[in-house]
Protein backbone atom coordinates (compact mmCIF):
# COMPACT_ATOMS: atom_id res chain seq x y z
CA UNK A 1 0.00 0.00 0.00
CA UNK A 2 1.26 3.38 -0.62
CA UNK A 3 1.82 6.02 1.80
CA UNK A 4 -0.76 8.02 -0.25
CA UNK A 5 -3.68 5.48 0.12
CA UNK A 6 -2.67 5.30 3.97
CA UNK A 7 -3.33 8.94 4.82
CA UNK A 8 -6.39 8.61 2.56
CA UNK A 9 -7.75 5.35 4.66
CA UNK A 10 -7.12 7.33 7.45
CA UNK A 11 -9.42 10.10 6.31
CA UNK A 12 -12.31 7.51 5.72
CA UNK A 13 -11.77 6.18 9.09
CA UNK A 14 -12.18 9.71 10.60
CA UNK A 15 -15.25 10.45 8.74
CA UNK A 16 -16.55 7.52 9.73
CA UNK A 17 -15.83 7.67 13.54
CA UNK A 18 -17.62 11.27 13.52
CA UNK A 19 -20.70 9.29 11.73
CA UNK A 20 -20.65 7.00 14.14
CA UNK A 21 -20.68 9.61 17.12
CA UNK A 22 -23.19 11.61 16.09
CA UNK A 23 -25.67 8.72 15.73
CA UNK A 24 -24.12 7.45 18.93
CA UNK A 25 -25.69 10.60 20.51
CA UNK A 26 -28.83 11.22 18.39
CA UNK A 27 -29.72 7.24 19.74
CA UNK A 28 -27.55 6.89 23.01
CA UNK A 29 -25.53 4.23 22.80
CA UNK A 30 -21.71 4.75 24.13
CA UNK A 31 -20.93 0.92 23.51
CA UNK A 32 -21.37 1.50 20.47
CA UNK A 33 -18.93 4.99 19.97
CA UNK A 34 -16.81 3.14 22.08
CA UNK A 35 -16.57 -0.58 20.05
CA UNK A 36 -15.87 2.44 16.93
CA UNK A 37 -12.90 3.91 18.34
CA UNK A 38 -11.18 0.93 19.20
CA UNK A 39 -11.72 -0.72 15.61
CA UNK A 40 -11.01 2.60 14.10
CA UNK A 41 -7.27 2.23 15.62
CA UNK A 42 -6.63 -0.94 15.37
CA UNK A 43 -7.77 -0.52 11.13
CA UNK A 44 -5.35 2.20 11.19
CA UNK A 45 -2.80 0.10 12.91
CA UNK A 46 -3.05 -2.92 10.17
CA UNK A 47 -3.22 -0.86 7.60
CA UNK A 48 0.30 1.21 8.80
CA UNK A 49 1.49 -1.99 8.60
CA UNK A 50 0.72 -2.68 4.91
CA UNK A 51 2.25 0.50 3.94
CA UNK A 52 5.52 -0.07 1.47
CA UNK A 53 7.53 2.92 1.99
CA UNK A 54 9.37 3.72 4.61
CA UNK A 55 7.18 5.94 7.26
CA UNK A 56 8.82 4.94 10.17
CA UNK A 57 12.33 4.37 11.56
CA UNK A 58 14.72 4.74 14.48
CA UNK A 59 14.84 8.33 13.85
CA UNK A 60 10.87 8.32 14.23
CA UNK A 61 11.10 6.06 17.41
CA UNK A 62 13.59 8.50 19.23
CA UNK A 63 10.96 11.16 18.32
CA UNK A 64 7.95 9.58 19.71
CA UNK A 65 10.07 8.28 23.00
CA UNK A 66 11.28 11.36 23.80
CA UNK A 67 7.98 13.32 23.18
CA UNK A 68 5.88 11.03 24.80
CA UNK A 69 8.04 11.07 28.32
CA UNK A 70 7.73 14.75 28.19
CA UNK A 71 3.99 14.68 27.70
CA UNK A 72 3.65 11.85 30.75
CA UNK A 73 5.93 14.58 32.89
CA UNK A 74 4.26 17.45 32.11
CA UNK A 75 0.73 15.66 32.42
CA UNK A 76 1.64 13.92 35.33
CA UNK A 77 2.76 16.89 37.17
CA UNK A 78 -0.15 19.42 35.97
CA UNK A 79 -2.76 16.45 36.66
CA UNK A 80 -1.16 16.18 39.90
CA UNK A 81 -0.88 19.68 41.10
CA UNK A 82 -4.52 20.51 39.82
CA UNK A 83 -5.74 17.05 42.07
CA UNK A 84 -3.76 18.28 45.45
CA UNK A 85 -5.77 21.74 44.67
CA UNK A 86 -9.04 19.79 44.40
CA UNK A 87 -8.69 18.08 47.63
CA UNK A 88 -7.94 21.32 49.23
CA UNK A 89 -10.69 23.34 48.15
CA UNK A 90 -13.02 19.50 49.10
CA UNK A 91 -11.68 20.24 52.51
CA UNK A 92 -12.73 23.69 53.24
CA UNK A 93 -16.48 22.49 52.95
CA UNK A 94 -18.71 25.08 51.62
CA UNK A 95 -16.11 27.75 51.69
CA UNK A 96 -14.89 27.58 48.23
CA UNK A 97 -18.81 27.68 47.05
CA UNK A 98 -21.51 25.02 46.18
CA UNK A 99 -19.72 23.07 44.13
CA UNK A 100 -16.82 21.93 46.49
CA UNK A 101 -18.33 18.22 47.03
CA UNK A 102 -18.41 17.87 43.02
CA UNK A 103 -14.75 19.20 42.55
CA UNK A 104 -13.66 16.80 45.60
CA UNK A 105 -15.15 13.81 43.88
CA UNK A 106 -13.14 14.85 40.45
CA UNK A 107 -10.08 15.44 41.83
CA UNK A 108 -10.58 12.12 44.05
CA UNK A 109 -10.80 10.28 40.21
CA UNK A 110 -7.87 12.21 38.99
CA UNK A 111 -5.82 11.88 41.84
CA UNK A 112 -6.62 7.75 41.35
CA UNK A 113 -5.83 8.36 37.47
CA UNK A 114 -2.00 9.71 38.10
CA UNK A 115 -1.25 7.15 40.59
CA UNK A 116 -2.75 4.20 37.82
CA UNK A 117 -0.61 6.37 35.29
CA UNK A 118 2.43 5.67 37.36
CA UNK A 119 2.25 2.02 38.01
CA UNK A 120 1.40 1.43 34.67
CA UNK A 121 4.63 3.45 33.98
CA UNK A 122 6.28 1.33 36.45
CA UNK A 123 5.29 -1.79 34.98
CA UNK A 124 6.38 -0.75 31.68
CA UNK A 125 9.58 0.56 33.06
CA UNK A 126 10.66 -2.87 34.22
CA UNK A 127 9.93 -4.89 31.53
CA UNK A 128 11.56 -2.69 29.37
CA UNK A 129 14.08 -2.82 31.93
CA UNK A 130 14.46 -6.66 31.90
CA UNK A 131 14.27 -6.68 27.76
CA UNK A 132 17.45 -4.75 27.96
CA UNK A 133 19.39 -6.90 29.51
CA UNK A 134 18.96 -5.60 33.39
CA UNK A 135 19.04 -7.40 36.15
CA UNK A 136 21.38 -10.58 35.13
CA UNK A 137 24.30 -12.32 36.48
CA UNK A 138 27.25 -10.73 36.91
CA UNK A 139 29.74 -12.94 35.46
CA UNK A 140 32.29 -11.92 37.73
CA UNK B 1 25.76 20.63 25.38
CA UNK B 2 23.83 20.00 22.12
CA UNK B 3 21.40 17.13 23.06
CA UNK B 4 23.00 14.84 21.03
CA UNK B 5 26.66 15.34 21.30
CA UNK B 6 28.10 12.90 23.83
CA UNK B 7 29.93 13.99 27.05
CA UNK B 8 33.87 15.05 25.77
CA UNK B 9 33.31 15.00 21.84
CA UNK B 10 31.19 14.84 19.26
CA UNK B 11 30.07 12.98 16.26
CA UNK B 12 30.72 14.27 12.86
CA UNK B 13 30.63 12.05 9.78
CA UNK B 14 31.19 12.01 5.97
CA UNK B 15 28.10 11.21 4.47
CA UNK B 16 27.55 13.55 2.24
CA UNK B 17 31.16 12.67 0.77
CA UNK B 18 30.58 9.63 0.34
CA UNK B 19 27.32 10.05 -1.50
CA UNK B 20 28.60 12.70 -3.66
CA UNK B 21 31.42 10.03 -4.63
CA UNK B 22 28.88 7.42 -5.46
CA UNK B 23 26.25 9.08 -6.83
CA UNK B 24 23.15 8.69 -4.55
CA UNK B 25 20.85 11.48 -3.49
CA UNK B 26 19.91 11.12 0.18
CA UNK B 27 16.28 9.52 -1.17
CA UNK B 28 18.57 6.57 -2.48
CA UNK B 29 20.81 6.01 0.29
CA UNK B 30 17.53 6.41 2.47
CA UNK B 31 15.81 3.72 0.69
CA UNK B 32 18.88 0.82 0.51
CA UNK B 33 19.45 1.52 4.08
CA UNK B 34 16.04 1.36 5.35
CA UNK B 35 15.24 4.87 6.56
CA UNK B 36 12.98 7.91 5.78
CA UNK B 37 14.98 11.08 3.99
CA UNK B 38 14.75 13.24 6.57
CA UNK B 39 16.72 10.66 9.04
CA UNK B 40 19.87 10.93 6.40
CA UNK B 41 19.45 14.37 6.28
CA UNK B 42 19.63 14.63 10.25
CA UNK B 43 22.71 12.32 10.10
CA UNK B 44 23.90 14.73 7.85
CA UNK B 45 23.33 17.54 9.50
CA UNK B 46 24.96 15.81 13.02
CA UNK B 47 21.22 16.48 14.40
CA UNK B 48 20.83 12.78 14.90
CA UNK B 49 23.73 9.65 16.03
CA UNK B 50 22.63 6.70 14.02
CA UNK B 51 22.17 3.27 15.68
CA UNK B 52 25.49 1.06 15.15
CA UNK B 53 23.21 -1.23 12.91
CA UNK B 54 22.60 1.74 11.03
CA UNK B 55 26.13 2.85 10.66
CA UNK B 56 26.87 -0.30 9.23
CA UNK B 57 24.32 -0.86 6.72
CA UNK B 58 25.71 2.55 5.97
CA UNK B 59 29.14 1.54 5.80
CA UNK B 60 28.39 -1.84 3.98
CA UNK B 61 26.46 0.59 1.44
CA UNK B 62 29.95 2.34 0.62
CA UNK B 63 32.33 -0.18 1.03
CA UNK B 64 33.72 1.31 3.39
CA UNK B 65 34.45 0.60 7.56
CA UNK B 66 32.53 2.88 10.52
CA UNK B 67 35.25 4.64 11.09
CA UNK B 68 35.56 5.74 7.50
CA UNK B 69 32.46 7.46 7.96
CA UNK B 70 31.82 8.34 11.75
CA UNK B 71 34.51 10.42 13.17
CA UNK B 72 34.66 10.86 16.84
CA UNK B 73 35.90 14.37 18.03
CA UNK B 74 37.02 14.88 21.42
CA UNK B 75 36.81 18.03 23.02
CA UNK B 76 40.45 19.32 24.10
CA UNK B 77 40.16 21.82 27.14
Request: no cysteine.
Amino acid sequence: MKQYTYFLLLGVIAILEVGIFYWSVENLEPLIMTGAVVIGVLTAWISRQMVDDIVIDERSHLITEKASLRTLQVMGITLFSYALGGIVISVGGDTFGPFSYQIARFSFFLMFTVFLMIIVYTLFFSWYERKFGAGGEDEE
Amino acid sequence: MNENSVPGGRMKNKIKVFRAMHDLTQEDLAREVGVTRQTVLAIEKGKYDPSLELAFKMARRFQVTIEDIFVFEENIS
